[in-house]
């Protein structure tokens, strides 16, 4: 069962996070296209694993196939996602800065823009939705549980499209996670690292009170 009008993700890059979210889409039934920098041929032993509807290509190539498009690559090198191919889609971003693999990024080091905002302003005709950046990868394949479960675990999304949001709402439910909607990308830094809610396995109360609880990294140096 998959979402309506959605059959194939494509991923643009294939690390921890990307990968378990390839195992993790199969398993609920919807055809992959993984991508990475270093070309389709060096994903031939995660696609034999993943097993059928999982396919490699290049990031082209998943931003082509994919009804919805995965970026989950260092943010250091969003610059490289293709634009025109991703054109009216909508792209869900994982990503976090680290300033120690990523380089001093000085709005981000300002907080003046998010992460997710970064890669809007990159794919100004897509549809960016921030999710997937607060949970362990290991636990996408693992933590997820049935609709209805007591203290389900929860997952936040951000995005200034709200219809963007809902369709990631109901992937994210898919895939076995209540979803706490935190409203346009500039809100995003509240589930950025070092943040109460981040990689903590909440469920949606215990989500929502850790976002309303969230501090600027400016706030956390003087408190500090």
Known sequence: MTVRNISTIGLIGAGHIGSQLARVAVQHGYRVVISNSRGPETLSELVAEIGHGATAGTPEDAAR?????????????????????????????????YPQRDGQIAELDDESTTTAELLQQHLPQSKVVKAFNHIGAPDLTTAGTPKGTAHRRALAIFGDDEEARATVADVIDEFGFDVVDGGPLAEGWRIQRDTPGYVKPDDADGLRAHLAAAKRYREMRVDA
């Open 65 to 97: 196939a994919g009804d919805i498009v995965v970026v989950t690559i260092p943010l250091k090198n969003i610059d490289s996602v293709p634009v025109e191919p991703l054109a009216g889609k909508i792209v869900i971003d994982t990503n976090n800065y």
